[in-house]
């Protein structure tokens, strides 16, 4: 029985979270093999939009080819006397919420980087045209976010409007971004956090300052302010700063407090801007990943869209998955590419001086706030493809991290990196456990939270039948 009854599937938020493989899928819109793919939500005045209107430019979904991906754009009209355009990104990053509550829809991602999947279930029980999804879209904006006076949606799978209109909402991403750049961490008194992707990543809180922007790149402290006035009890909630416990680590008791409260004791405490430590968690909806490379003492960078493997050999989807689902990976950050532009950009870890290698296009994106004696000195896919050669164009190029190779033997800095700087290596309590009153034969689950466990040597025998 679904929740709506003229949608032929369920609806909920028990849905979020739901995955849909690739051999379960009827299309998948956007995604990694699509170049041209957006979502882009825009304020209009009350008489520009019609309410409950759905277009759809190109074929809709029951014409297109089963199990292929296809390019995809949603663009969302609004109005309402209290919305003001810095609401749009906001508004924007629930498409993914309300997506996911949908069965058998799966929504990834934001922005250019969208990627769902409808499966074939879904699909054959009658989801089969984008009016159900604007239909469902308009009841849980309007439901959730009364501020939503009207709502009219444009789904696009057009491949030639799909570009053109991804051109337009590329340059609409860039002038939000721009207006959130000024204001420093220092000058606020209050930060926001937001647990929108926690269906996914249940540990994973989002500590949103002025120079620390959302992983997923979609929400900056303005948008944190303006989602956590109109709607205080959803997922964008304020963080009372609190004291500075660590200014260059960044370090913030409000900060601790609030990601120990929403992660339900997980995590206990974030340093804002290094990837050692206690690194801000990841979701698994970040733009890029920093990657700490032990050989060079420096870090790469990698982003989604970028394909193939990175210098050290890992491809994005590896580094991806090394770092989600809500833990503090050390040498791990998942980030935006807006926070690069940022002053606190992986501050105590040395900034732009430790970033060795990154994909040519997000240098390109960057340039113009990577300082200007750097910028030759950081290596692309273009200029070396192993860490033989990065190490030979560090070198050649004079970039910084090659004087640290002489403060600290390589690998001692592998070892230094992997290291927690407090505590002892390997903490693990069986106190409490009662292991004496388990009935026979019952499996134990032991986590080691924290843990480190070296292996002197490993050997790997063929299994043999006694
Ligand atoms: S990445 Fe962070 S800010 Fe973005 S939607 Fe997820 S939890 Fe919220």
Not at 4 to 16: N, T
Not at 327 to 333: L, S
Not at 421 to 449: C, D, Q, T, W
């Amino acid at each position: 029985m679904s929740m709506f009854e003229d949608i032929p599937v369920d609806v909920g938020v028990i849905y979020e979270g739901e995955r849909i493989r690739y051999r379960q899928m009827q299309v998948e819109l956007g995604g990694p093999r699509e170049k041209y793919k957006f979502e882009l939500v825009r304020v209009f005045p009350m008489d520009e939009v019609e309410d409950g209107k759905v277009t759809i430019i190109g074929p809709d979904l029951k014409d297109l080819e089963e199990g292929k991906n296809h390019p995809f754009g949603i663009y969302i009209k609004v109005a309402g006397k209290e919305l003001e355009r810095d609401l749009e990104g906001v508004i924007e990053r629930r498409i993914h919420e309300y997506i996911n509550y949908i069965e058998g829809f799966m929504h990834l991602n934001q922005r250019y980087d969208i990627h769902l999947r409808l499966s074939k279930k879904s699909f054959q029980r009658g989801f089969n045209t984008f009016k159900l999804l604007g239909k469902v879209l308009e009841r849980l904006f309007k439901s959730e976010l009364p501020i939503i006076e009207k709502i009219e949606f444009i789904f696009v799978t057009d491949r030639e409007k799909v570009k053109e209109m991804y051109e337009e909402a590329m340059r609409i991403y860039q002038e939000r971004d721009a207006r959130a750049r000024g204001l420093t961490d220092e000058e606020v008194d209050t930060f926001y956090g937001c647990t929108l992707c926690q269906s996914f990543a249940p540990t994973h809180v989002c500590v949103i300052t002025p120079q620390r922007y959302a992983n997923c790149g979609a929400i900056s402290w303005f948008d944190g302010r303006a989602a956590a006035r109109v709607d205080p009890k959803g997922p964008i909630f304020a963080i009372p700063k609190g004291k500075c416990l660590d200014p260059v680590k960044g370090e913030y008791e409000g900060a601790n407090k609030a990601v120990r409260d929403k992660s339900l004791g997980e995590i206990t405490r974030v340093w804002l801007y290094t990837a050692f430590g206690y690194p801000h968690t990841s979701c698994g909806c970040f733009e890029g990943c920093a990657f700490y490379i032990p050989e060079v003492d420096g870090f790469g960078i990698v982003d989604r869209n970028f394909r193939g493997e990175t210098v050290n050999g890992l491809t994005f989807t590896t580094i991806a998955d090394a770092t989600a689902g809500g833990r503090q990976v050390d040498g791990f950050h998942g980030l935006s590419i807006e926070y690069m532009r940022s002053k606190k950009f992986l501050q105590a870890d040395g900034g732009w001086s430790r970033v060795v290698w990154l994909p040519k296009s997000v240098k390109e994106r960057v340039k113009d706030f990577i300082p200007p004696d750097l910028v030759d000195k950081i290596a692309t896919e273009e200029d070396v493809s192993n860490l033989d050669e990065l190490r030979e164009f560090l070198i050649a190029r004079g970039h910084p991290v090659v004087e640290r190779w002489k403060e600290m033997p390589a690998e001692e800095a592998a070892v230094e990196a992997e290291r927690p700087e407090e505590g002892p290596a390997l903490e693990v309590s069986m106190e409490g456990l009662p292991m004496a009153g388990l009935p026979a034969g019952m499996n134990v689950k032991i986590i080691l939270k924290g843990a480190r466990l070296k292996v002197k040597k490993m050997i790997i025998k063929p299994m043999r039948e006694k």
